[in-house]
């Protein structure tokens, strides 16, 4: 029973050890206040309070504890297959790369890495209502930074406002009021400077600083 228990442990301890490896997968968004990139865990978790704090507003039929999960799950393929922008112009075998490591996590982990598999699939395939408002919370959340450092990994990866508008076209169809809210934003944002209009994006001017900014609360979802 001892020598149960001690492996039991043993084995836990491993697997939190191991996703603890997310928070050392930074990405290209910066926190709010600009001082350094964000983690992939600190997204996961912002992500999935993103989903609390707007539970009123969402469907009544969306099952709010299984779209945490998906929330916190959905990214755990980083720790293998690392982070890559998702407006990168290769991303050449990532979701082969992701797909790898969880099924590799399932077989060292079966209880656990088997349900995260699972989640990942779930939320790649968009085949849920709960995935299709974690991937639209996924997506707003790098914008609300964006205008949060005045568009500073915009101008760091010339993307410009055509391609914020088409990467994020698919939010009209899940939830239109705040596909409308981004696209002004993303208006005001241009006339600010901190993106292009045009399909190109000019040469960064690396002395540009950013401060954090407010903004708005959306009133109405």
Known sequence: M?????????????????????????????????????????HSW???????????HLPKEL??????????????CEIGAGDVSAYAADRTNQAEKEEAY??????????????????WVEYESQVSLESHWVKL??????FLLNLANEGRTWQEQGITAPMVREHNRFI??????????MMRELDDAVKKGWTTSNRIMPELNLS????GVMIEHIAEI
């Not at 099952?63 to 755990?76: R, Y």
Request: net charge positive.
């Open 2 to 42: 001892e020598t149960r228990k001690r492996k039991l442990m043993k084995d836990l301890q491993s697997l939190l050890i191991e996703i603890d490896g997310l928070k050392s997968v930074y990405r290209k968004s910066y926190i709010s206040d600009g001082s350094r990139n964000e983690n992939s865990a600190e």
């Open 46 to 56: 912002h992500l999935a309070l993103a989903l609390m704090s707007l539970k009123p």
């Open 63 to 76: 099952n709010i504890d299984h779209a945490i999960k998906l929330a916190l799950a959905h990214d755990i």
């Open 102 to 119: 969880l099924n590799s996590l399932a077989k060292r982990y079966p209880a656990f890495g088997s349900d995260i598999l699972a989640l």
């Open 137 to 142: 919370l996924d997506k707003l959340l790098p």
């Open 172 to 181: 009209d169809t899940v939830a239109p009021n705040i596909y409308q809210w």
């Open 208 to 211: 540009r600083l950013f401060s």
